[in-house]
């Protein structure tokens, strides 16, 4: 097992700045996601890692040794990409050994590492097929058995399951996880579905053009996004956001729908955040009356829209709610569920009423 530290990490192509200083430290035998939109610079971030980019500022550390010059050869990682490119003339075990002749190995060895890997990854039957005989999903799986029979304690994998339906993706999710906690690698994981890494990550990292919005366990994001961009990349769907003006109880919308946060705070206008499903149907307390723009009854669960300051709603009831589109519905929220966020889009931390008043003398 080997921590990986990125101190200052910084990567530019000419006057373009793609990643804009990162520092973290990946604990050995960490599941770390590293998450955020298309073009970001999460490949860029992981190729630097890798060896295959070089580092325009900063230290790269493998297990507290300074890496940013060793070979990828040196650094004892193994990589799986999205595009797993098998060779195609070549049966299923010559493709997984294929990278082990660089090692020294007899061919007995090389022999008995595949026939494990294989073994893990239930591919056994297939080492004498060819890829073009196989599903996607067990080329994806042999594209793993490439990685692991290295027995690198460090695997990077970029977006490694997006060219699989979702179905198969839900199932590889589990797999991977499952294969990363019996080796026990240090795995840095790559995509831009925020439900892969909520689901598979011990901590992720949530990147928007190559700067940090946010690290941290996936529910530390979910529960309190530090700001509007990780509010609205996370959850689905995503956070609710409104822009509010304080008024005399709280802060009220561009419609007169009027909140009241439990957040204490000086801020003239904000911008308020609810989840789904933080959005209740009201017993006896009302929050708002809305109409209901749409509904989408899922069997579980039912999402209803709503119109709120201009800005469309959604609502997560659980179980089936026959209403109909036009109607008026009765909403619910809890003051402790909602979230405000500055006119940077910064969350502002909710604060206990007699420290604020401390901080108010203070200031
Ligand atoms: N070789 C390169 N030269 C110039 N710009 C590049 C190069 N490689 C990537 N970029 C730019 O860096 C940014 C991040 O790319 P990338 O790391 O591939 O994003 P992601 O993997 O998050 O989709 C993008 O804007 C991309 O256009
Ligand atoms: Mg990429």
Redesign the pocket.
């Known amino acids: 097992m080997k921590s990986i530290q990125l101190q200052h990490i910084q990567k530019s192509?000419g006057d373009?700045e793609?990643i804009r200083g990162i520092d973290v430290t990946i604990e050995a035998g960490e599941f770390f996601a590293l998450v955020?939109p298309?073009?970001?610079?999460?490949?860029?971030?992981l190729r630097m890692i890798a060896g295959l980019e070089s580092i325009t500022a900063g230290t790269l550390r493998i297990d507290g040794v300074a890496a940013n010059e060793l070979k990828p050869s040196e650094r004892q990682l193994s990589m799986v990409f999205q595009n797993y490119a098998l060779y195609p003339h070549m049966s299923v075990e010559k493709n997984i050994t294929f990278g082990l002749h660089t090692k020294g190995l007899t061919k007995l060895e090389q022999r008995e590492r595949c026939h494990e890997a294989a073994e893990t990854l239930g591919l056994t039957d297939y080492l004498k097929r060819k890829p073009r005989e196989l599903s996607g999903g067990q080329r994806q799986r042999v594209a793993l058995a490439r990685a692991i029979v290295t027995e690198a304690p460090i695997c990077l994998m970029d977006e490694p399951l997006s060219n699989l339906d979702a179905k198969l993706r839900a199932k590889m999710r589990s797999e991977i996880r499952q294969l990363q906690r019996k080796l026990n690698l240090t795995m840095i994981y790559?995509t831009?579905d925020q439900v892969e890494a909520m689901t598979m990550a011990d901590r992720m990292m949530l990147l928007n053009e190559g700067e940090v919005q946010q690290i941290g366990k996936p529910l530390d994001l979910y529960n309190k996004p530090a700001n509007t961009f990780v509010a609205s990349f996370i959850g689905s769907p995503p956070m609710n956001l409104v822009p509010v003006k304080r008024s005399e109880k709280g802060f009220v919308a561009s419609d007169g729908r009027q909140f009241q946060p439990n957040v204490m705070t000086t801020v003239e206008t904000a911008t308020l955040g609810v989840r789904p499903e933080q959005i209740l149907p009201a017993n006896e307390d009302v929050t708002f009356y809305a109409e209901l723009k749409n509904i989408e009854v899922l069997g579980t669960e039912t999402i209803l829209a709503f119109d709120v300051g201009g800005v469309e709603w959604l609502a997560k009831w659980p179980g089936q709610w026959p209403l109909s589109i036009g109607e008026k519905v009765a909403c619910y929220i809890d003051p402790k569920q909602m979230s405000l966020f500055d006119a940077d889009g910064e969350r502002i931390e909710p604060r206990h009423p007699k420290l604020f008043e401390a901080l108010e003398v203070f200031q």
């Not at 298309?38 to 971030?45: F, H, I, Q, R, Y």
């Open positions: 192509y373009t793609v955020g298309s073009g970001c610079g999460k490949s860029t971030m790559v831009h």
